[in-house]
Structures are given as C-alpha cells and as structure tokens.
C-alpha cells in the first residue's frame, strides 16, 4: 500500500501525512511527550497574558469616567456597568481592577419615608423656637 492510498483510507490528504512526516518524523517518543507538554505550557502562558492584557485594558477603557476624584457610588458603579458592556468582563474582574469594591455594585439604597418626623420636628421648632 503506498502512503497516498493509506491517507485516502484514514481520511487525511497526502500533503498533511507529509506535513506531518516534516514536523514529527525523526522524534521519538520523549520528544513528543516534552513537545506536548510544551504545547501545554505554552497555551496556559498565553491565557495568562490574556488576561493581563484584558486587565491592562480595563483601566485605559474606564478613564473617562474616572478622571473626576470622588466619584459618588452611583458614579462609580455606572463606571462599572460601563466598562463591563464595553468590554464584556465579569463583575469581579472590573471592580478589581478598577478598584471598587464589589458591593458598590449590589448595594441599593433605601428611602424611608420621614414626612411625619419632620413635620414633628417643625412644629416643635415653631412651638419652643431656638
């Protein structure tokens, strides 16, 4: 059987068997293995970079909300929300690295309702003055 027929039978054309034959040919089994576990090695540096790079990214893209000091924290977590739909990033990685803590973000204010204290409050202040 000659190598063309025998690529036809497994599915891969003859130009990928010799691509193959150039790059794997006179390796041996330790070879492979250290050339897998580089490949390995190599994959998890890359997704290390990415995320470097997209955590460098963050702060360049968030500048123009946080140029003002003392932000209010609606400003801040609007900055937040900003940041994430531009670069579609998660909650935590954002508020990390732009420095906001996370339950900026959760936090809701509650608004009581203090008509009757005040009211009281002024009509005792008309009633004793100062």
């Not at 963050?58 to 670069?87: M, N, W, Y």
């Not at 420095?99 to 005792?124: C, F, N």
């Amino acid at each position: 059987m000659d190598v063309i027929s025998a690529c036809r039978k497994v599915g891969v054309s003859d130009k990928t068997y010799y691509g193959w034959r150039k790059k794997f040919g006179g390796m041996g089994r330790s070879k492979l293995s250290e050339m897998k576990s580089l490949q390995k090695e190599n994959d998890r540096l890359k997704k290390i970079v990415g995320e470097l790079e997209l955590d460098k990214l963050v702060p360049k893209k968030s500048l123009d909300f946080l140029k003002a000091k003392g932000l209010t924290q609606e400003q801040q977590r609007q900055a937040v929300i900003h940041t994430r739909q531009k670069l579609n990033t998660s909650e935590r990685r954002t508020c990390r690295v732009m420095g906001v803590a996370l339950s900026t973000l959760k936090y809701e204010t509650v608004q009581h309702d203090d008509d009757a204290v005040r009211l009281a409050m002024i009509r005792l202040a008309k009633a004793y003055g100062r």
